[in-house]
Antibody
């Protein structure tokens, strides 16, 4: 089955760190660019980061630049998002998404930043 | 950063009617524009890419048009299951989304 499954979300204190993972299956993961997209409760979709197929090129939204790092392991078919210096405004459901057209979405993992 | 602006914020329509949703880019994105549907409690679903190409399995009542900075999503003959929030997204530079249009039926 073609799918993306995120994990690693949870409750973290402001200033803390969290690493999200996204396991891909059913397609040739190494051929696709990948995105992380987030959605705060009751809000819209926000692009967070993207990585090219071999992992050598990454881009970030201004709001997370310098704090978040996207990476991938093409041998294990896993996408990562390392999130440091977390803030309350980073609280959201984080989706792993296959690019370029964002045609395959995971179910999302909830990150809550609160003391 | 390219800013995407959608209008209207909310659209109330009756079953069988046509809905027209607009999306404007702050600068040209060529045809690098996609539309997504998000029903409550679900992940978004790709409807349209390359401004006018329907994604796999998307009904023909969904159509997209436009280029450069002005884009439109048309839903002809609305059905109850089309109640959702619709987002446009440019993928010409990074991947910014519009703020969404809620369609109420």
């Amino acid at each position: 089955e073609v799918q993306l499954v995120e994990s690693g979300g949870g409750l973290v204190q402001p200033g803390g760190s969290l690493r999200l993972s996204c396991a891909a299956s059913g397609f040739t993961f190494s051929s696709y660019w990948m995105y992380w997209v987030r959605q705060a409760p009751g809000k819209g979709l926000v692009w967070v980061a993207r990585i090219n197929s071999d992992g050598r090129s990454t881009r970030y939204a201004d709001s997370v630049k310098g704090r978040f790092t996207v990476s991938r392991d093409n041998a294990e078919n896993i996408l990562y998002l390392q999130m440091n210096s977390l803030r309350a405004e980073d609280s959201a459901v984080y989706y792993c998404v296959r690019a370029v057209y964002l045609d395959l979405w995971g179910q999302g993992t909830l990150v809550t930043v609160s003391s | 950063e390219i800013v995407m602006t959608q209008s209207p914020a909310t659209l109330s329509v009756s079953p069988g009617e046509r809905a027209t949703l607009s999306c404007r880019a702050s600068q040209s994105v060529s045809s690098n524009l996609a539309w997504y549907q998000q029903r409550p409690g679900q992940a978004p679903r790709l409807l349209i890419y390359a401004a006018s190409t329907r994604a796999t399995g998307i009904p023909a009542r969904f159509s997209g048009s436009g280029s450069e900075t002005e884009f439109t999503l048309t839903i002809s003959s609305l059905q109850s299951e089309d109640s959702a929030v619709y987002y446009c997204q440019q993928y010409d530079s990074r991947g910014t989304f519009g703020q969404g249009t809620k369609v109420e039926i």
